[in-house]
């Protein structure tokens, strides 16, 4: 397992993108988070004031809950530098090479999933990283209370870049996979979910079970979702329902991209 | 032993058949020529063997067949078509990532640079290479850790004349140590010059295949024309000064087939048997012609190739 994640590891060690990337995502994630905290840290004292209730986001322990869901926002980055990386791979025909030198297909297949795996842990523990941070600044005691969170984001962070890959796999063409990728998870999933949702099929909610969706619902925070319950206009399924529904995701998508590659020519 | 045993392949793209149920077998040792023209499948063979494309029906094995066939890939040094490395890499670097594959020491890049002479440019990058440099490095990536099966499809595509008879020498250097050699090629003069055995394909059917002194004149099974009984004929090229005269000479020369005349040379056919170069010498200077130059040339596998391929 390790030789094999070793390997993808020298791939990558030179691929300037690819790095680029991933420091763009380290900065996008600390700057994200730090930008809504600034804001919110300036309103949340007129909203303090006025309702006379304290808008906690950013502290212990909520802060795992807010961080993760900011955070979410920007999976697209890991997810694009396992597009370039699979595709390049195509445009290079190394994947043919990594056969014929002596990898089995599920070795190969089995190296990528691990690099899928590491780039979502990899997010994850930023994500962590930055709540601890951000949680330090406020003035309520260090609390592990929703650290349950953080382990939502790596579900969805599973999710979002095991699903790109699967469409990399598919499509072999980085553009063209970015822009369906893009496209999909901002529009399509979105357009899915509504229509989905007014249809009368006895289990409510049924879009939110979507791929994409089942993960989104599952980093909403509860200030959010009282909210959207209050104003009457979303209403939520319990969080294991949306676990449940991702862990599904996840295992079919890892075992489709499995047998694509085993099965067809490359 | 056998080395590679190919039992009724066939490969269909959509609805071209590229493959059609090929069995053949090669033995340890040999350099095994497969022949064919551009289309015939050869690489499409050599992709089913290396397992980057899967067969529509069929199966092959290395050796008894019980080692998985990756295990025997990191045992076998491979050049398919055109060098496939990571172009933001520089040339050690991407044999590192072979060499981590194949599991073979890391010293040993450092001596397969150096057999390529790339040892000077081993840190630039690969996309800074020249189209030579390229192959040879993918040459290099072939005989790391020193493998015992090597197959090369078209290896000297693409190089300069220097570096063909590089490669021809590298294939008899390797046959010497004993490796068993599959080379794929539509370049005649190639597959003659070094192999022991040949297949040859067209339009995805295998014609024949066996050593290459019994191929040539064994019985042709597929179309049941028998090549032994065509004697095997022998082409030369004459030139004198006087090429209508040398022509018209020729003429009253028994023994001769064919004539033809193209860009400044004649070109005689005749049977081996029946006609020597040094009959045709003669009867040329009795004749008053002296030849300014006389090549034999040994037709034997082109001429079967053509017959077979038509």
Known sequence: MLHLLNIEFLKLQRNRSFLILIILFIVSVFGANYIVYEVSTNTGHIVHETSNKSFRLFEFPEVWQFVSFISSFLLIIPCFTVIMHTCSEYTYRTHRQNIIDGLSREQYITAKILYVVSLALFATILTVACAFFIGMLGNDPISFRDFRCVFYFFIQALTYIGLSFLLALLIKKAVLTIGIFFIYSFLIENILEKNLNRLNTGIENIGHFLPLSSSDHLLMFDILKTAMRLANIESYAPENAYLTASVIYIVLIGYACYYLYKKRDL | ?310
């Open chain 2, 1 to 310: 032993m056998n080395i590679l045993t190919i039992n009724g392949i066939s490969k269909n793209f959509g609805s071209i058949a590229a493959l059609k149920n090929v069995s053949f077998f090669v033995p340890e040792g040999s350099v095994y020529g497969i022949l064919g023209p551009n289309g015939s499948g050869k690489t499409t063979l050599l992709g089913i063997v290396t397992d980057v494309l899967r067969a529509s029906s069929g199966a092959y094995k290395f050796y008894d067949g019980s080692k998985p066939v990756n295990e025997i890939r990191k045992d076998m040094g491979v050049l398919l078509e055109t060098p496939n490395f990571y172009p933001y890499l520089s040339a050690r670097q991407n044999l590192n990532i072979v060499a981590k594959i194949k599991g073979c020491d890391a010293a040993e890049i450092t001596k397969a640079l150096k057999k390529v002479n790339l040892i000077e440019r081993q840190h630039s990058s690969f996309k800074t290479y020249s189209l030579g440099m390229k192959q040879r490095l993918a040459i290099a990536s072939t005989l790391l850790g020193d493998p015992k099966i090597v197959i090369l499809d078209e290896p000297t595509n693409g190089l300069d004349p220097e570096g063909i008879s590089e490669i021809r020498q590298l294939i008899k250097l390797l046959a010497k140590e004993g490796k068993t050699i599959i080379l794929a090629s539509h370049l005649l003069d190639e597959v003659e010059k070094v192999c022991t055995h040949v297949a040859i394909l067209k339009k995805g059917e295998l014609l024949v295949s066996g050593d290459i002194d019994g191929t040539l004149s064994k019985k042709h099974g597929s179309t049941g024309e028998n090549l032994t009984e065509q004697k095997e004929k022998t082409m030369m090229e004459v030139v004198s000064d006087d090429l209508e005269k040398l022509a018209g000479v020729l003429k009253t020369l028994n023994g001769i087939l064919d004539i033809n005349e193209s860009e400044g040379v004649i070109t005689v056919s005749c049977h081996t048997d029946e006609l020597t170069a040094q009959q045709v010498n003669k009867h040329c200077f009795d004749n008053g012609i002296i030849l300014s130059r006389l090549t034999v040339k040994n037709k034997n596998l082109e001429s079967k190739f053509l017959e077979l391929t038509k």
